[in-house]
């Protein structure tokens, strides 16, 4: 198994960045598809990015990448807009991945983006 802690977040104005951290123990990242998800307040966990693929909400401000190693991913959040708070997730899996939640066996705990108007 993998474990995920995230690090990161906090509140940004808007037009801000922000990046976003997850370290990875227990396992290499290598053999891992990991994305980033996002959930704010009623509503359900969305996908931002996997790999080289993006949400449109995000295609052109936010960027996933990853550094083996430190067996970690990042997420670097540009132009950030009050609709981008939420809590905000990496996720990890070995066999699936993709852009739904439910494809995904590893989370990290998530931490909370606030971008103010």
């Known amino acids: 198994q993998v474990q995920l802690v995230q690090s990161g977040g906090g509140l940004v104005q808007a037009g801000g960045s922000l990046r976003l951290s997850c370290a990875a123990s227990g396992r290499t990242l290598n053999r891992y598809t990991m994305g980033w998800f996002r959930q704010a307040p009623g509503k359900e966990r969305e996908f931002i990015a996997s790999?080289?693929v993006y949400a449109d909400s995000v295609k052109g401000r936010f960027t996933i990448s990853r550094d083996n190693a430190k067996n970690t991913v990042y997420l670097q959040m540009n132009s950030l807009k009050p609709e981008d708070t939420a809590v905000y997730y990496c996720a990890a899996d070995e066999f699936r991945g993709g852009t739904y939640y439910r494809d995904y066996a590893y989370w990290g705990q998530g931490t909370q983006v606030t971008v103010s108007s």
């Open positions: 790999s080289a």
